[in-house]
């Protein structure tokens, strides 16, 4: 319950999209930030309206660091053992403040028949899965 409510807290301090100045001007700029750097440069002045600066100000709390969308931390899973290993240890992340659960994530590079056996194995363990494989 407590991940839920930080969930929502993280939902509602939403911070802004940081995109690199002048991106709409010239096709060959890329959305990605960049720090402004001209000596006249509107947005390295702060004018408001020219868009939001990265600041260490927009950084979440600790506890809300790396964590899903879900409000669990994720942990990439290459086979059954590592399944194994991560139902005995349990909620993980006690030294973050506080037990956060887990859900496991398979490597991308798994194939198909040791894919469907970790599955298998996560239901049978009750862990969530996060890119489970439709069956078509």
């Known amino acids: 319950m407590k991940c839920l409510e930080e969930r929502k807290n993280m939902k509602s301090r939403r911070k802004p999209k940081f995109e690199r100045y002048g991106w709409r001007k010239k096709k060959k700029l890329s959305k990605s930030w960049r720090r402004p750097r001209g000596a006249d440069n509107k947005m390295r002045l702060h004018i408001a309206a020219k868009g939001a600066m990265v600041k260490v100000g ?77 069956a078509t």
């Open 58 to 134: 927009y950084r979440r709390k600790k506890a809300e660091r790396g964590l899903h969308p879900l409000g669990v931390r994720e942990v990439l899973v290459f086979n059954t053992n590592d399944l194994a290993s991560l139902a005995k240890a349990g909620s993980v992340g006690a030294r973050r403040g506080g037990t956060v659960e887990c859900a496991a994530r398979i490597a991308s590079g798994v194939g198909r028949r040791k894919r469907e056996q970790i599955e298998e194995e996560a239901t049978a363990l009750g862990i969530k899965m996060l890119n489970p494989k439709v």
